[in-house]
């Protein structure tokens, strides 16, 4: 990949996790009562049987890891445990009595923080609580429940791994990001291989399916050599599936930590960009193949079939080998998704216990779907999990096409794309730029800004 192709397309933009991105949500025009009203129709309207999504969001943390930008807490009291436990149960319940049926899951997702902050009796309350309203969708031939859930390499225990296998949990991911004691004295995550050693192999032992590890090029003091030593390592493991991410450098948003180091520490756009082709080139020696941005897997895991077979959806939780009608987020923080409509609940840890405890949804903020939003969900969608995406040239007005054809139009002569009046590809020399692809139809960034403070992290 050239310099100048970096240097042109280095610039700040959404990961499109969903569209539009949270900064542009027209809260204004969102209450509890459209959203209510949102979910039972869609609930209603949706393949029961295919059943729901849910993610859980367990946000402490014993220690703060610089390059993290997650919301969470850091805390080594453990008493926080069962109350916040509580609080999910009670949204849970909350939830469910506004359901007409019985709600079926077929995918959970439990995130963080560091869910293996949780004792395994809290977790085995947790699922206990969560399984009293619902049940897990039926396991057939072709398809089931599709259950994950990270975990700190330093205090996952044997005990952690059995209790959430026991309710149907069959893939976990570690966070290991790099091995070389440099970079991880810089963001503040000490953690031998020995200890992703053991719970990779204990997790195998106990018949976990789909194990992942968890990589990030881009830190500060990261080199050629970390990187190689990082992925050789992690190939004498062999996980299942990799999530490579880039470092998103975002210092400006409250409590992530990312002044630990200075912005000199990190390695340039193209040096950065270096890093990553170079694991990458090492990863697909090793058998692993590139999936949508920032993943590889395995042949026989399921996000690489997930990806072959066309079924690879991205949603809040990023790449997932499962497409469900609703997606709810349990927890501080955490954001649901209903197709028409998206609501994020309180991030603050204490008034989303407040609220919960005196049987009030926490609702922090939300964003109705327009027909437009949804047309050009569709089309990022399309173009973060498949690399094309098909339109008729009906659905742009004439100026609405000079403008994306006019834009399309640079990335083609670079090399990047082809595209005509049906739709686009984009070329195997694209995939890096996928981000940058993706805001050519996003019709929010040319809005003004509702804050002085930057919103993305650069696109490569």
Known sequence: MSDSLIAKYNVAGPRYTSYPTVPYWNTAA??????????????????????????????????????????????????????????ILNEWEMYCEWLPERPRIAELHLGGGTPSFFSPHELRRLMTGIFRWADPVPTTEN???????????????????????????????????????????????????????RVTQQARAIGYTSISH??????????????????????SLRPDRIAFYSYAHVPWIKGTGQRGFADNDLPSADKKRALYETGRALLEAGGYTEIGMDHFALPHDSLYKAMHTGQLHRNFMGYTTTQTDILLGLGASAISDVGTAFMQNQKDIGTYQAEVNQNQLPIFKGHLLTDEDALIRRHILNIMCRFQTRWSIMEWTPAEWETISHQLDDFRVDGLLVYDETGLWVRPEGRPFL?????????????????AKPLFSSTV
């Not at 881009?218 to 390592?233: A, E, K, N, V, W």
């Open 143 to 197: 398809s089931g429940p599709d259950f994950g859930w990270e975990g700190h390499p330093n205090n996952t225990t044997g005990e952690h791994l059995q209790t959430l296998y026991e309710y149907g949990f069959r893939r976990v991911s570690f966070g290991v990001q790099d091995y070389d004691p440099v970079v991880q004295k810089a963001i503040h995550r000490h953690q031998p291989f020995a200890h992703v050693q």
């Open 435 to 451: 981000r940058n692809i993706c805001m050519v139809f996003d019709r929010y960034l040319t809005k003004p800004s509702v804050t």
């Open 214 to 235: 968890d990589l990030v090029f881009g830190l500060p003091f990261q080199q050629q050599s970390s990187i190689i030593d990082t992925i050789i390592q992690t190939l």
């Open 30 to 87: 969102f209450t509890r009562e459209d959203w209510q009203k949102r979910l039972t129709t869609s609930f209603a309207n949706s393949n029961y049987s295919a059943g729901i999504s849910l993610y859980i969001h367990l946000p402490f943390c014993e220690s703060l890891c610089t390059f993290c930008g997650c919301n969470k807490r850091i805390t080594r009291n453990h008493n926080v445990e069962e109350p916040y436990i509580d609080a």
